[in-house]
C-alpha cells in the first residue's frame, strides 16, 4: 500500500458521516431493509453519524435512494454515543440490569413437555 493511500485511510477513519433517511423501506428489497437497520436507521427524516470507513460506505452505497449523506462534525459523534448510553443505562435499570434471571435452559423445558405427554 502506497503512502497516500495509507494517509488517506487514516484521514478517513477521523471523520464522521450523517446519514439521513428520506424515503420509506417498506417495498424494498429486503436487504435493503436490513441495511438501513444496521445503519442504525429506523423511519424517514432519523439521522445518525457513523464513522467514516470503508463498511459504512459500502451500506450506504447499497442504499443510496433511500438516504443522504453528509459530513458531522466530531462533537455530534460525541453527543450520540452520550445519548446512546444514557439510553442503553435507562433500558437496563427498567429491565432489573444483569440480576434479572434467565429463562430455564431448553432440556429442562423439553424434560417437563416428555412428562405430560403419555407414553
Same mark, same amino acid.
Given at each position: 500500500?502506497? *503512502? ?13 458521516? +450523517? ?10 428489497? &429486503? ?6 437497520? #444496521?445503519?442504525?436507521?429506523?423511519? /424517514?427524516? +432519523? ?5 467514516? +470507513?470503508?463498511? /459504512?460506505?459500502?451500506?450506504?452505497? +447499497?442504499?443510496?435512494?433511500? /438516504? ?5 462534525? $466530531?462533537?455530534? =459523534? ?14 437496563? =435499570? ?6 434479572? $434471571? #434467565?429463562?430455564? &435452559?431448553? &432440556? #429442562?423445558?423439553?424434560?417437563?413437555? *416428555? ?5
Amino acid at each position: 500500500m502506497s *503512502a497516500a493511500k495509507a494517509g488517506e485511510s487514516a484521514h478517513a477513519s477521523e471523520g464522521h458521516l +450523517r446519514v439521513t433517511q428520506v424515503r420509506s423501506g417498506i417495498s424494498t428489497k &429486503p436487504k435493503h431493509r436490513a441495511t438501513l437497520r #444496521a445503519l442504525g436507521l429506523r423511519g /424517514v427524516g +432519523r439521522s445518525r453519524v457513523l464513522p467514516d +470507513r470503508p463498511d /459504512v460506505r459500502g451500506m450506504i452505497a +447499497r442504499v443510496p435512494h433511500l /438516504v443522504t449523506v453528509g459530513p458531522a462534525a $466530531p462533537e455530534e =459523534a460525541a453527543d450520540q454515543r452520550e445519548r446512546s448510553e444514557l439510553a442503553r443505562r435507562a433500558r437496563r =435499570a427498567s429491565e432489573g440490569g444483569a440480576s434479572a $434471571p #434467565a429463562d430455564p &435452559p431448553a &432440556p #429442562a423445558k423439553r424434560a417437563r413437555r *416428555a412428562e405430560k405427554e403419555p407414553v
